[in-house]
């Protein structure tokens, strides 16, 4: 029993023995670890202060300079301030000019008002230019334009005659003939039938007279017949006066009417050859009039001039539509009134509506003062309804439909051309304003629009032929011009 008790004494005591000596180990491990956590953070802590105290020596370096730039500056200004003072005292201010004012001194918006001042001064200017060089030879261009306005009309027919193997000069040839014959035709029937009944008319106008002096006398007017021939009086010596002075000189007038006869002769002369030359070889003249312009603006010149006669050639048959409506409306209405001159007045209003607004109306005033001559005051109320229902539906509904959609022309836009075209060129200025304005709008169009729509603009024929591809083989017609390559065509 003694023996196992000191042997358990030994075991324990043992035990006790390596429990304090790893105790020991870890304090002795922990406090190794914590001295060198000491001596690391006091490692940090001193450079920690040794980099504060650099940047408090940087600090107080830049301090020091600055208030030594400072200082130096001050001097400097003290200097100079008394310098000048000393020049002020010891010489008087001598004259000097006015400083010129420099173009940062010139507000914004004056200088912009100017710059587009004297630009749109210089357009002005060239415009005006142009119009009164055009006025000057009106006897030409007049007819150069009527000349295109029936190449637009009739190139279909001469593309179609080329096309079944008929050369184009042949072809460009018989319509031009065509034309004038039908021209002639029409002209003639007019004139026959107003040549037939033109006696008959003469009587009906006395007749119609007396009515109206009638009218006038037991009217709701009440005229006196003093009045009534005072007014007769009046308008008879005016006309004797106009005859007297047409009497008076009669080679002067005889002259005068020989230079309107030779200048229409001439205009026809230049239209019948201009619209055979444009049918025949309009190719080739708008390939030599490409060339004029310099090469990097023959592109976009080319695709313009096609644009633009798209524009011209819709323009033109809509018009001629539109005409034909108005001439068959009104000569059925006059032929229902049983209005003599039916065909008269169906040529002169086709004739008319080229041009807009004021030749449909002028036309429709003589078809009602046929009316009110031949059949009296009710036929021509009658008449002038019908003309005006006419009127009505083309300019509410074709005229719309067509203009509107192939031309795309605001009317206030073909109110103003028109106005312009008579105040520059009388009627001729009226007939070519609108195709004009029409032209110009689609090239104006073209020009501005994106490249992507400009391309979507351009014919096929014209987004082919660039100015670096070889020139297509040859289009029948003024239509199709030939692209903007130096070897496209010849004059």
Not at 119 to 125: D, E, G, P, S, T
Not at 330 to 345: D, H, K, S
Request: with cysteine; charged share 15%.
């Amino acid at each position: 029993m003694t023996d196992q008790g000191d042997a358990s004494g030994d075991e324990e005591s043992t035990a006790k023995g390596s429990f304090g000596r790893m105790t020991s180990a870890f304090k002795r491990n922990r406090e190794v670890r914590d001295a060198h956590r000491r001596a690391q953070r006091q490692a940090q802590d001193e450079a920690d202060a040794r980099e504060s105290a650099e940047v408090a020596k940087e600090a107080a370096a830049e301090a020091r300079e600055s208030a030594e730039n400072f200082a130096l500056r001050l001097v400097n200004q003290f200097e100079r301030l008394r310098e000048e003072r000393q020049e002020q005292l010891a010489a008087p201010e001598p004259l000097t000019a006015p400083k010129p004012v420099s173009r940062s001194d010139v507000p914004y918006g004056i200088e912009l008002s100017a710059q587009w001042a004297w630009r749109l001064l210089v357009i002005v200017a060239a415009g005006y230019l142009i119009v009164r060089a055009l006025g000057f030879l009106s006897i030409v261009v007049v007819p150069v334009v009527i000349a295109l306005l029936i190449t637009a009309l009739v190139s279909p027919v001469v593309n179609g005659l080329a096309r079944v193997g008929l050369r184009r000069s042949i072809s460009a040839l018989f319509v031009v003939i065509g034309v004038l014959t039908a021209v002639i035709a029409m002209l003639s029937f007019a004139g026959t039938q107003v040549a037939n009944g033109f006696s008959d008319l003469a009587g009906q106008t006395v007749k119609a007279l007396d009515e109206i002096r009638d009218w006038l006398i037991n009217g709701p007017f009440h005229a006196s017949e003093t009045q009534i021939d005072t007014w007769l009086n009046t308008v008879q010596t005016t006309l004797e006066d106009w005859a007297a002075s047409y009497a008076a000189n009669p080679f002067s007038r005889v002259s005068e009417v020989g230079g309107v006869a030779l200048d229409v002769f001439a205009g026809l002369f230049i239209v019948l050859f201009s619209t055979y030359f444009f049918c025949a070889e309009g190719e080739r003249i708008w390939g030599w009039l490409v060339r004029l312009a310099p090469r990097a603006a023959r592109s976009r010149m080319d695709s313009s001039g096609r644009v633009a006669w798209v524009s011209l050639t819709q323009f033109t048959r809509a018009t001629v539509i539109v005409a034909a409506v108005d001439a068959v409306g009104i000569m059925v209405i006059a032929a229902a009134l049983q209005v003599p001159f039916v065909a008269a007045i169906g040529v002169l209003v086709f004739l008319s509506s080229f041009v807009p607004l004021i030749g449909a109306t002028v036309a429709g005033a003589v078809a009602v003062l046929v009316a009110l001559v031949s059949q009296g005051p009710v036929t021509a109320l009658l008449m002038l309804g019908g003309v005006i229902l006419v009127q009505q539906l083309e300019a509410h509904g074709l005229q719309p439909f067509l203009l509107g959609r192939w031309v795309r022309v605001h009317p206030l836009g073909v109110i103003l051309a028109v106005a312009t075209g008579i105040v520059l060129g009388g009627v001729a200025g009226a007939l070519v304003a609108v195709p004009l304005v029409a032209a110009l709008n689609a090239v104006a169009t073209h020009l501005t629009a994106a490249p992507a729509a400009g391309a979507a603009m351009v014919p096929a024929s014209a987004q082919a032929a660039t100015p670096t591809s070889p020139p297509p083989p040859p289009v029948n017609g003024p239509t199709s011009p030939p692209p903007s390559s130096p070897g496209a065509g010849s004059a």
